[in-house]
């Protein structure tokens, strides 16, 4: 084969791999989190959920995210070799990839809203080159998803920052900044996560900084002694503020923290945070610039975990908490019955509906396509792809993150006659309000298990809105046993503001110097 053709399917290999198959180092780690937890809790069960999509994600080779995230390579090359060659492999890669959905469509226009469809678009995919003396290529590629990007935080110190107070221009508070960081992220960018650090630059090369420290190697030491210091007390601090998997509570907040550092201007002290979820996708590969061909992956050190002989703790809740069934439509009564903590099981129909469908639904004098009376919303942006009858199949399809939806659910619920809505990471208190007046819940699922849930799905009986794209469009998706817990109720109850407040306590108490 050719070079160039070689080098596609290597970087295509490289993508496919990235999305489907995490990697040891990342697994391990999940596998310690699984340990601390206590059996039985609800945290024990959403990484039951979490491994299982492990598997399944490797076994269908699909991707363990439906939120592919946005593609970013790092490229090192030795003097002399064509960059703009590479460039345009990966683009080829990245369009077959999706092609074969590997990855979900995920290049939007900014100022149009159109999905390019291809995952090629303004910008996209990053690809940044360095030159070096080595006489191979390596590609690295992290796909990170958007809830968890939304979750990176950036602070110019002097700070003064909640619970922990005054955080100065030294390595104490550095820690502080770092210590919020992971606090302000609750269950939102799917906790338990990984952070990498960033500290001095200016806010770009801060963030660049930060981001480079994901592609570090989990169970690595930090060369400098005080940062080494700081990213362990990082890591063991965070596992006592309770935030827990999926913001739920429990033992496991935090599963990585790599910090760098740089210079910084005298007037600039920033610390920059990257948040990346449990569905830590980043992957590497050196290639042989003659032909093209993969000579050695990266992360292969170590025992893999495969997950598969894990034996599933039995689905238990609180005591007084339920395994209800629910069918749509379902009665205001219904859901009034349920309360935080209760386990629903879902048969039947639902739509997904994220961004684009709450913004449209909003607008005045706006009709939904279907009747939503007593139904159930997912926020959801899956990956799809079409069978040999021209079918619609589900490939992924987890949560998205649902305090986007703020400003518009409450309304939408009560303008449509919706019931319940089933997301990841929580509402604040204009949803729970409307949720206490109008009879509605709150279900959270497990953000990330997007094989766990495509497996739920048995069918595709119909797509309103395509013309938002594949993740924004109005899926009608018939369901079996779709589990997710009752997080936010009718009854003024929301999991998520306890869990936030009892977490900050814990934080509060970290305010003392420690370096
Ligand atoms: O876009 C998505 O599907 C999910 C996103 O990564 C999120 O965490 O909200
Ligand atoms: S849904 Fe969760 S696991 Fe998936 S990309 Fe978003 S933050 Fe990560």
């Known amino acids: 084969m050719a070079y160039l053709e070689t080098l596609e399917k290597s970087l295509y290999n490289l993508v496919t791999e990235t999305s489907t198959n995490l990697p040891k180092d990342v697994r391990r780690a999940i596998k310690k989190a699984k340990e601390a937890e206590n059996a039985g809790t609800r945290a024990a069960m959403s990484l039951d959920t979490i491994t299982t999509n492990i598997v399944m994600a490797e076994d269908n080779v699909s991707p363990i995210c439906q939120d592919t995230g946005l593609p970013t390579f790092k490229v090192y090359t030795p003097v002399g070799v064509n960059q703009l060659e590479i ?3 990966i683009q080829t890669a990245i369009a ?3 092609a074969d ?5 995920n290049s939007v226009d900014s100022l149009t809203g159109k999905n390019s469809g291809t995952n090629i678009g303004a910008g996209l995919p990053v690809v940044k080159f360095e030159q070096w003396e080595n006489d191979y290529i390596t590609v690295k590629l992290i796909l990170k998803g958007g809830g968890c990007e939304n979750k990176n935080i950036q602070y110019s110190l002097p700070a003064e920052l909640e619970g922990l107070g005054r955080a100065g221009r030294d390595l104490d508070g550095i820690r502080k900044c770092i210590l919020h960081s992971v606090w302000q992220a609750q269950g939102q960018g799917c906790s338990a996560g990984f952070i990498g650090v960033g500290i001095g630059g200016d806010r770009s090369a801060g963030y660049d900084l930060a981001k480079e420290q994901l592609f570090r190697h989990v169970d690595d030491v930090n060369p400098i002694e005080d940062l080494a210091k700081l990213e362990e007390y990082i890591v063991k601090t965070s596992n006592t503020f309770g935030v ?15 910090i760098g550092v740089m210079d910084r201007l005298p007037a600039s002290f920033f610390v920059s945070v990257a948040y990346n979820c449990w569905a830590y996708r980043r992957m590497a590969i050196d290639i042989n610039p003659a032909t093209g061909e993969i000579i050695n992956w990266h992360y292969q050190e170590g025992e893999k975990i495969t997950f598969k002989d894990e034996v599933q703790t039995a689905a238990t809740t609180d005591s007084d908490s339920q395994v209800v069934a629910l069918v749509a439509p379902i009665t205001e009564e219904k859901i009034r019955s349920l309360k935080v903590g209760d386990v629903v099981k879902i048969t039947g129909r639902m739509y997904t509906g994220r961004d684009a469908i709450h913004h449209h639904l909003i607008g005045e004098g706006v009709e939904a396509p279907v009747d ?3 139904q159930i919303i997912y926020h959801c942006g899956p990956v799809m792809a079409k069978d040999e009858a021209d079918n619609w199949v589900v490939k992924a399809a987890g949560p998205t993150t649902s305090i986007r939806e703020e400003p518009y659910q409450g309304d939408i619920m009560k303008k449509f006659g919706i019931r319940a809505v089933m997301g990841k990471g929580g509402m604040g ?7 206490q007046e109008h009879g509605g819940v709150y279900l959270n699922a497990i953000g990330g298990a997007a094989q766990y849930y495509a497996d739920c799905i048995k069918g595709v009986d119909g ?8 993740p924004e469009a109005m899926w009608h998706l018939n369901v079996e046993g779709f589990t997710a817990v009752v997080t936010m109720d009718s009854h003024g109850n929301s999991l998520h503001a306890d869990v936030e407040k009892s977490s900050l306590d814990k934080l509060a108490q970290h305010a003392e110097r420690v370096f």
Do not use: W
């Not at 959905?101 to 469509?105: G, S, T």
């Not at 827990?244 to 790599?258: H, N, P, R, V």
């Open 244 to 258: 827990g998997t999926m913001g739920f509570g429990g033992e496991a907040t935090l599963l990585g923290c790599k």
């Open 101 to 105: 959905a590997k990855l979900r469509p």
């Open 372 to 374: 939503l009376n007593g």
């Open 96 to 98: 077959s990839a999706t």
């Open 429 to 435: 208190p204009k949803t729970l309000k409307a949720l």
């Open 87 to 89: 460039k345009k492999a």
């Open 463 to 470: 797509v309103d809105l395509i013309e938002f794209g594949i």
